[in-house]
């Protein structure tokens, strides 16, 4: 089953656009890509989800080159509140089930 | 409307007790979904239903672990002679589908065992 990894921690001033890679070399061709934001002591909460190439909402961008082996979560001039572990996960649609990865927790600076 | 809402918040245990922890999806919400998150770590699966059928169990860690939801809507993890390996955040998530669909998570119950 695809594992996903991705860098433990990051770090980003206010106003810049952060960059989090996730590995996922294992992908099967109808699996999707999915982030999740999770805050302490809350639940994780749904950023975007892609299968390939560019997706695009009101908070963040997902790039998925052709080979789908990795993906980029980018998100547009971070603020504090964006302070939080970030998750990638592969949406493994022939089991019907999702596989979180280790998250990355990213700090924004003041 | 209401999210998904978790009971309780917080439990603690003595090792050897049973524990029932709650899930009240978001209504209409077709599918829920358990997990478990150790400190630091990632949610792992447990269990997934789909209305009242429990479609995969494959993320159970144990016999001791069991999981139903038998009107389709509200649902129970029930954890017995609970272990001190069993401390870790329990987290609900419903959708509208499978899991191809976004998840909505309730802030989860923070089991102790002792």
């Known amino acids: 089953l695809a594992k996903t990894t991705q860098p433990i921690s990051m770090d980003s001033y206010e106003g810049q656009e952060v960059n989090i890679t996730c590995s996922h070399n294992n992908i099967a061709t109808n699996d999707y890509i999915t982030w999740y934001q999770q805050f302490p002591s809350q639940g994780p909460r749904f950023i975007i989800q892609?299968?390939?190439t560019k997706v695009t909402n009101e908070v963040a961008s997902l790039f998925i080159p052709a080979d789908r082996k990795s993906s980029t979560l980018s998100l547009p001039r971070v603020s504090l509140s964006d302070t939080a572990v970030y998750y990638c996960?592969?949406?493994?649609?022939?089991?019907?089930?999702?596989?979180f990865g280790p998250g990355t927790s990213l700090s924004v600076i003041p | 409307g209401a999210g998904v809402s978790q009971s309780p918040r917080y439990k603690v245990a003595k090792r050897g007790q049973d524990v029932a922890l709650r899930c009240d999806p978001i209504s209409g919400h077709v599918s829920l979904f358990w997990y478990q998150q150790a400190l630091g770590q990632g949610p792992e699966f447990l269990t997934y239903?789909?209305?009242?059928?429990?479609?995969?169990k494959s993320g159970l860690p144990s016999d001791r672990f069991f999981a139903e939801r038998p009107e389709g809507s509200v649902s129970t993890l029930k954890i017995q002679r609970t272990q001190q390996e069993d401390s870790a955040v329990y987290l609900c998530?419903?959708?509208?589908?499978?899991?191809?669909?976004?998840?909505?998570f309730g802030p989860g119950t923070r089991l102790t065992v002792t």
């Open positions: 239903f789909q209305n009242e059928a429990q479609l995969d």
């Open positions: 998530a419903s959708s509208i589908g499978g899991p191809i669909y976004e998840q909505y």
């Open positions: 996960l592969v949406v493994l649609t022939s089991y019907d089930k999702v596989i």
């Open positions: 892609g299968y390939k």
